[in-house]
């Protein structure tokens, strides 16, 4: 029997960063992504610097993000109001004096290797995190890929502190007991080795290719940004996992995975592009098998039981972390 969701002690959105598109994405136009009931809007000006301001005008509440940007302003498409960069409004075709109603939310926002993000509060709470030790330039993203889940946000985050599922889900068997720590207080990290024990195509290839043991190495920040490692004898690869919340249900996955660069102009130009496709294609594979297995979950906490102990202590870091702020009027 469901339990009534409307107990979970989660909020419909974390207080965190979001994958707003592709860098490339916001040279075409305005971008707009609707978060728990919240549109959020993204345009490059003129200057270059990608913004991100609340979606509906402050007017009548039109779409911005189906309007057009001007030198620096995004213009609203009903009534043509332009806002500025740090969602003032600048200018009213029809009148002259600008109310002081006639404003948008403004957001941090971050370019990070190619894609755009921005935090869902007026003031970020923590910096945009990438790879320890490493620097985007370092790393060559592929194609960004989609999932969606029929759970809700919170227990896309959890699935990689769920360390039983690893051997029902992903035939990978755990080598020892999981490292858990907290790098800041809004991240939660786990760090395993597992052996890679499937008898599928794609783990016989794994084995042969990239080596029969992995160490996974999962950074989760407020639930919405997922860092992913997998560290193989001879390979590793990179994942970013971008939690979109659609509703009380349903997560949008939008996973963008990296390779190290190499070093030769050959391998940047012709190696690096297809090893990163194929680290897209075994980590696409590897997620796509937690789907149907966490379609419909919901959080009941008196059901977890000694061996889900590190799942439970994400939990109970979740709820700290992801409070709900104080209601803003976007
Ligand atoms: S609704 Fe945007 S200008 Fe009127
Ligand atoms: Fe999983």
Redesign the pocket.
Known sequence: MISDRSQSPFPSVPASWFHLCGSEALNRGPVSIELGGRTFVGYRPQSGRAVVLSGR?S????QLGNGAVCGERLV?P????EYGPDGGCEKIPAADVIPDFARQNSYPTEERGGHVFFFNRRQARFALPFFKGLTPDQLLPAKPFELIADAPWYFVGANGFDVQHFRMAHDRTLLGPPEVSSPSPFARRVVATFAVTGHSFQDRLTRRLAGPHVTMDVTVWCGSLILVRAEFQRTTSYGIFNVLPIDAHRTLGRVIVWVKRSNSVLGRGLFDPLNAAIHRFFIQTFLRSDLPRIAGLHYQPEHLIDADGILSDYFDWLEKVSEPLPTENT
């Open positions: 005008c007017h009548l509440g039109a609203c009903l009534h043509g109001w």
